[in-house]
């Protein structure tokens, strides 16, 4: 590996799991919506 | 570290948080390919690689910078939300500190150089990896409480042990 291909290791490195651990992060369930006042 | 993040501070933004993390070598790779920092590659030589100038992107002080300049935009979300966000970059050069061997900058130029040095024995690659499950297990265990954020918690997990793995002594580029 040069050192062109560690620089382009440690950029893409961090880079690309962002998306993936935040699309794991998203909630199961959606949050459930609470009633208005004037409907209770 | 950006997980246990999220896990602290939930409404925090789980992308923006993340991208903190790693923000300093992010700008690391590019400022490499601009010939604005310079490292060189130590093949058998752990951990396999050495950062001759990274002033620019890691010093303390450039750090700070980093951090304020990510966490700025973030403040009209309210402040807890931009401190979240500004820490998780400092944090990379805090974490740091303990892993590299005395080329941490005060800032660009300083003749004063921080590091303990962990990457120069041999279990750092375990210390590493303490201290990433530790992180995730708090994030794991928030997020089966709270269930506003973390539902895939376990895969995430197994996501950052996975990627840890391949920057180990035996699977990474580098080695």
Redesign the interface.
Known sequence: ???????????????V??????W??????P?VPTAPASAR | M??AL?ARVPRAP??AI??GT?LL??L???F??LGIER???TPGQSPG?RLDYIDWSHSLAMSLVWSAAWALPFLKRGRAIALTIGFAVLSHFILDFFMHPEDLALWPGSRAHLGLGLWHTAYWWWFELVFVCAGCGYYWVRARKL???????A??FA??VA?HML?SPWLS??K
Do not use: E, H, Q, Y
């Open positions: 590996m040069s050192t062109t291909g560690f620089a382009l290791f440690c950029l893409i490195g961090f880079l799991p962002v998306p993936l651990l935040a794991l992060d998203r909630p199961r369930r949050a | 950006g997980l999220k789980t992308w993340l991208i790693g070598d992010i690391f790779g590019p490499v390919l490292a060189s590659l690689f269930g506003t954020f973390g539902g895939r918690a895969w995430a996501v950052v990627l920057n580029p580098t």
